[in-house]
């Protein structure tokens, strides 16, 4: 089975990858196919997408670059009294939302008087194309439908009062303004976007001097305020420092205490330590006692239940007397098998088996007894551990309440010594630099008038409108192919069908269906008169086991040239054998009227009827035998199906050497299934770009379904120069024989009809 299996899965694997690679090789003919259009969509779309940026009003980007320092923190800073002064990331955060403030934009339209430039004051903005309150108003939609508006909300929107106008331009230009932070570092850039490149500088450069100033201003009021508090806050430092002293040399003269410090810290030392054992004897004794349990628990099992106690069982001497046992056991159990119970082997086995069942046992009462003993130390132990942490409890709990109270005491001393110490070192610095602050922030790089500009971004647009207008273009041009469900090349028609493609005939432009069904005999078309004998070939190579005798010529729907290519694959025929063609359309039949038989002209239908004889009915057209429809009758149905008619075809097929029958269309009547019955081979004409593939597909299942001998299909009417330029492959012989629509074009008064 394995043999097998594995060619299938190879065979399965390699047409997979055959099918699959197809798909991808189709997609690409397809975009190659309409190449020149997809080019097309690109080229207009970058065009149109290049002019709209030039329509588009350029903006500058100016910015200036700041360093923002951190003070280092001192012990008691005014800063930090503030709440200003951060630390690391929150610091820098907070810069560079003071940096995005309201306040500092308001000074800086103040300062350029940016109310009055053109670009910000509202007064000299364009009107809207559409001014949708006006039209609101005229319609009166108010009084139907009560409707407010922001505009009416404001007290007077058509001339604002200065202090609107003032809101308005600064909330447009912090719209403008932009912080980058530079990496990792306290360097930030300042940048504010405006269609004037020197008016962007101006602005930015504000923005940075600005900034530095509000903080200068601030550090300012700060010591100010700073110098008078602390003045008043030093007074009552000094009091409070006083009467925290005399609170702690009073208690200690009181209770007459030396170093109590030193004492108190090594009784807690050693309760610390005792209490670390004791929790740890604690433990000890509650493992103990646990495995002393299950030991008491199981005792009444034997020494063998003990030996599955987890305490025992994890001893490495008890899994190495286990594993002894079991392979002394395993060793017994093995000879048993081969000798009796009285081998000197098996005696053996058992005496080893018996001397490894001892020593387990004796081991596994050793180590219960060693469990028993641990239980017992431990218990010792845990009590004269508590008895210890109980006896230095009672020693330093007295000194321990006056350790606290002198500690107490001694921490309030240090915490107002230390206030009052900073407090006067911060006075004495306030006071001396009150004058000389400085910003944390400086300009490293002040800003330029830009050269370029950053919106928009042309080349970006117009490489990002053509790779769209690309992917659109390619995207529409295989939905297309997906929506052209039909048949265009050979692999088509074979992967689809798994049918082979006994040939493809050209389309013929400009001839009458006459000319068409006689245009093999008249050879004025190469290429097509080759195509006719290349499936005349295709169907002698397939015959060659078991002759076909009888053709039968079939087609989807009406219109797609069966009736052609059985004429003009009768004519080829002809050449080498005798031929009968047969007009078995006998709903609409064209055999008569393609070579102008006269009108009434006994056929087929005629000679099933028994109306008419063979000599009467069969007619030579340039050597070859022809039976029209005949006259056309009310039950074509029952005609083919008949005794008759069977009896018929089997005359014909001993006079003839080869016997072509026009069948009708499979889809429109169920004439073309009773004919199958007849045929040794059969053909399914197609008619390229036109016939719909579930259409053929389901037509195809018919004919098989009801065992007909398909042998090909004809694909017909193909546009070869159209096929060539979208990259299908036709096997080359057009190219060969040099094939010109042109060249073999006549004039015609009636469009193709074939």
């Given at each position: 089975?394995?043999?097998?299996?594995?060619?299938?899965?190879?065979?399965?694997?390699?047409?997979?990858?055959?099918?699959?690679?197809?798909?991808?090789?189709?997609?690409?003919?397809?975009?190659?196919?309409?190449?020149?259009?997809?080019?097309?969509?690109?080229?207009?779309?970058?065009?149109?997408?290049?002019?709209?940026?030039?329509?588009?009003?350029?903006?500058?980007?100016?910015?200036?670059t700041?360093?923002?320092e951190?003070?280092?923190?001192?012990?008691?800073?005014?800063?930090?009294?503030?709440?200003?002064?951060?630390?690391?990331?929150?610091?820098?955060?907070?810069?560079?939302?003071?940096?995005?403030?309201?306040?500092?934009?308001?000074?800086?339209?103040?300062?350029?008087?940016?109310?009055?430039?053109?670009?910000?004051?509202?007064?000299?903005?364009?009107?809207?194309?559409?001014?949708?309150?006006?039209?609101?108003?005229?319609?009166?939609?108010?009084?139907?439908?009560?409707?407010?508006?922001?505009?009416?909300?404001?007290?007077?929107?058509?001339?604002?009062?200065?202090?609107?106008?003032?809101?308005?331009?600064?909330?447009?230009?912090?719209?403008?303004?932009?912080?980058?932070?530079?990496?990792?570092?306290?360097?930030?850039?300042?940048?504010?976007?405006?269609?004037?490149?020197?008016?962007?500088?101006?602005?930015?450069?504000?923005?940075?001097?600005?900034?530095?100033?509000?903080?200068?201003?601030?550090?300012?009021?700060?010591?100010?305020?700073?110098?008078?508090?602390?003045?008043?806050?030093?007074?009552?430092?000094?009091?409070?420092?006083?009467?925290?002293?005399?609170?702690?040399?009073?208690?200690?003269?009181?209770?007459?205490?030396?170093?109590?410090?030193?004492?108190?810290?090594?009784?807690?030392?050693?309760?610390?330590?005792?209490?670390?054992?004791?929790i740890?004897?604690?433990?000890?004794?509650?493992?103990?006692?646990?495995?002393?349990?299950?030991?008491?628990?199981?005792?009444?099992?034997?020494?063998?239940?003990?030996?599955?106690?987890?305490?025992?069982?994890?001893?490495?001497?008890?899994?190495?007397?286990k594993?002894?046992e079991?392979?002394?056991?395993?060793?017994?159990?093995?000879?048993?098998?081969?000798?009796?119970?009285?081998?000197?082997?098996?005696?053996?086995?058992?005496?080893?088996?018996?001397?490894?069942?001892?020593?387990?046992?004796?081991?596994?009462?050793?180590?219960?007894?060693?469990?028993e003993?641990?239980?017992?130390?431990?218990?010792?132990?845990?009590s004269?551990?508590?008895?210890?942490?109980?006896?230095?409890?009672?020693?330093?709990?007295?000194?321990?309440?006056?350790?606290?109270?002198?500690?107490?005491?001694?921490?309030?001393?240090?915490?107002?010594?230390?206030?009052?110490?900073?407090?006067?070192?911060?006075?004495?610095?306030?006071?001396?630099?009150?004058?000389?602050?400085?910003?944390?922030?400086?300009?490293?790089?002040?800003?330029?008038?830009?050269?370029?500009?950053?919106?928009?971004?042309?080349?970006?647009?117009?490489?990002?409108?053509?790779?769209?207008?690309?992917m659109?273009?390619?995207?529409?041009?295989?939905?297309?192919?997906?929506?052209?469900?039909?048949?265009?090349?050979?692999?088509?028609?074979?992967?689809?069908?798994?049918?082979?493609?006994?040939?493809?005939?050209?389309?013929?432009?400009?001839?009458?269906?006459?000319?068409?069904?006689?245009?093999?005999?008249?050879?004025?078309d190469?290429?097509?008169?080759?195509?006719?004998?290349?499936?005349?070939?295709?169907?002698?190579?397939?015959?060659?086991?078991?002759?076909?005798?009888?053709?039968?010529?079939?087609?989807?729907?009406?219109?797609?040239?069966?009736?052609?290519?059985?004429?003009?694959?009768?004519?080829?025929f002809?050449?080498?054998?005798k031929?009968?063609?047969?007009?078995?359309?006998?709903?609409r039949?064209?055999?008569?009227k393609?070579?102008?038989?006269?009108?009434?002209?006994?056929?087929?239908?005629?000679?099933?009827?028994?109306?008419?004889?063979?000599?009467?009915?069969?007619?030579?057209?340039?050597?070859?035998?022809?039976?029209?429809?005949?006259?056309?009758?009310?039950?074509?149905?029952?005609?083919?199906?008949?005794?008759?008619?069977?009896?018929?075809?089997?005359?014909?097929?001993?006079?003839?050497?080869?016997?072509?029958?026009?069948?009708?269309?499979?889809?429109?009547?169920?004439?073309?299934?009773?004919?199958?019955?007849?045929?040794?081979?059969?053909?399914?004409?197609?008619?390229?770009?036109?016939?719909?593939?579930?259409?053929?597909k389901?037509?195809?299942?018919?004919?098989?379904?009801?065992?007909?001998?398909?042998?090909?299909?004809?694909?017909?009417?193909?546009d070869?120069?159209?096929?060539?330029?979208?990259?299908?492959?036709?096997?080359?012989?057009?190219?060969?024989?040099?094939?010109?629509?042109?060249?073999?074009?006549?004039?015609?008064?009636?469009?193709?009809?074939?």
């Open positions: 089975m394995d043999t097998t299996a594995a060619p299938k899965e190879r065979t399965w694997i390699a047409r997979r990858l055959e099918n699959d690679a197809p798909d991808l090789l189709q997609a690409w003919r397809t975009i190659w196919r309409r190449k020149w259009s997809i080019l097309a969509l690109v080229s207009i779309v970058t065009m149109v997408a290049a002019l709209g940026t030039f329509a588009i009003t350029p903006t500058y980007r100016a910015g200036s700041l360093l923002i951190q003070k280092k923190a001192n012990v008691v800073s005014i800063e930090q009294v503030y709440g200003i002064e951060g630390a690391g990331y929150e610091y820098l955060q907070t810069q560079f939302e003071l940096l995005r403030s309201r306040g500092l934009a308001e000074r800086v339209v103040k300062k350029l008087n940016l109310t009055t430039h053109p670009a910000f004051d509202p007064r000299q903005q364009p009107a809207p194309l559409i001014d949708i309150k006006g039209l609101l108003s005229g319609f009166d939609i108010g009084q139907a439908i009560p409707v407010t508006l922001p505009e009416d909300l404001e007290e007077d929107s058509v001339d604002p009062v200065e202090a609107k106008i003032l809101d308005e331009v600064t909330k447009a230009f912090m719209k403008r303004v932009s912080i980058a932070p530079l990496g990792k570092s306290q360097l930030v850039k300042v940048q504010v976007d405006m269609d004037d490149p020197r008016l962007a500088a101006k602005a930015a450069n504000a923005l940075a001097d600005g900034f530095i100033e509000s903080q200068l201003e601030a550090s300012m009021e700060m010591s100010m305020s700073a110098t008078n508090w602390m003045n008043s806050r030093l007074q009552e430092l000094r009091v409070k420092l006083k009467e925290a002293e005399g609170k702690l040399q009073a208690f200690r003269e009181q209770e007459n205490l030396v170093d109590v410090d030193g004492v108190s810290t090594i009784n807690a030392a050693e309760l610390s330590a005792t209490s670390d054992r004791m740890d004897a604690r433990r000890q004794r509650a493992e103990a006692e646990s495995q002393y349990r299950q030991v008491q628990a199981n005792r009444g099992g034997g020494w063998q239940k003990l030996a599955t106690l987890p305490a025992v069982l994890g001893d490495p001497l008890i899994q190495q007397f594993a002894e079991a392979r002394a056991r395993a060793k017994v159990d093995e000879l048993s098998k081969r000798y009796g119970k009285r081998h000197p082997a098996i005696e053996a086995a058992r005496s080893d088996l018996n001397a490894a069942s001892a020593s387990l046992r004796t081991q596994v009462e050793q180590i219960v007894a060693g469990i003993r641990n239980y017992q130390l431990a218990q010792a132990n845990e004269s551990l508590s008895a210890s942490v109980e006896a230095n409890k009672a020693q330093i709990q007295k000194i321990s309440r006056k350790e606290f109270q002198v500690r107490e005491l001694a921490r309030e001393v240090e915490a107002n010594r230390s206030l009052y110490d900073t407090f006067m070192t911060r006075l004495k610095e306030t006071t001396a630099t009150s004058d000389m602050d400085s910003a944390s922030a400086r300009v490293v790089d002040r800003a330029t008038p830009p050269t370029i500009p950053i919106s928009p971004q042309r080349s970006l647009i117009v490489s990002f409108a053509g790779v769209l207008a690309l659109a273009g390619i995207g529409l041009c295989l939905v297309l192919e997906m929506l052209n469900n039909t048949f265009k090349s050979i692999e088509d028609v074979e992967s689809k069908l798994n049918l082979p493609v006994l040939g493809i005939l050209p389309l013929i432009k400009g001839r009458q269906r006459g000319e068409i069904a006689q245009l093999f005999t008249s050879d004025q190469k290429a097509f008169s080759e195509a006719i004998r290349t499936i005349r070939t295709s169907l002698v190579l397939s015959d060659m086991h078991q002759r076909h005798r009888t053709l039968v010529v079939t087609s989807s729907l009406p219109g797609e040239g069966k009736s052609s290519v059985a004429a003009n694959l009768a004519y080829a002809g050449q080498m054998e031929v009968l063609l047969i007009d078995a359309d006998l709903r039949p064209t055999l008569a393609n070579f102008k038989f006269p009108v009434g002209s006994p056929g087929l239908a005629n000679l099933i009827a028994g109306t008419a004889r063979i000599e009467d009915c069969i007619r030579n057209v340039e050597g070859i035998d022809m039976l029209c429809a005949g006259l056309v009758p009310p039950n074509p149905l029952e005609l083919l199906s008949s005794e008759h008619f069977t009896k018929l075809i089997e005359f014909f097929k001993s006079r003839y050497d080869r016997v072509i029958i026009d069948s009708p269309p499979i889809q429109a009547v169920s004439d073309a299934s009773v004919l199958a019955i007849h045929a040794d081979a059969q053909i399914y004409v197609i008619k390229s770009e036109a016939t719909a593939i579930p259409l053929v389901r037509g195809v299942g018919q004919l098989l379904q009801s065992n007909s001998p398909l042998t090909g299909v004809v694909l017909n009417q193909v070869v120069h159209k096929a060539q330029k979208q990259g299908y492959n036709y096997g080359g012989y057009y190219d060969y024989y040099g094939y010109s629509g042109e060249a073999n074009r006549k004039p015609a008064t009636k469009p193709q009809k074939v």
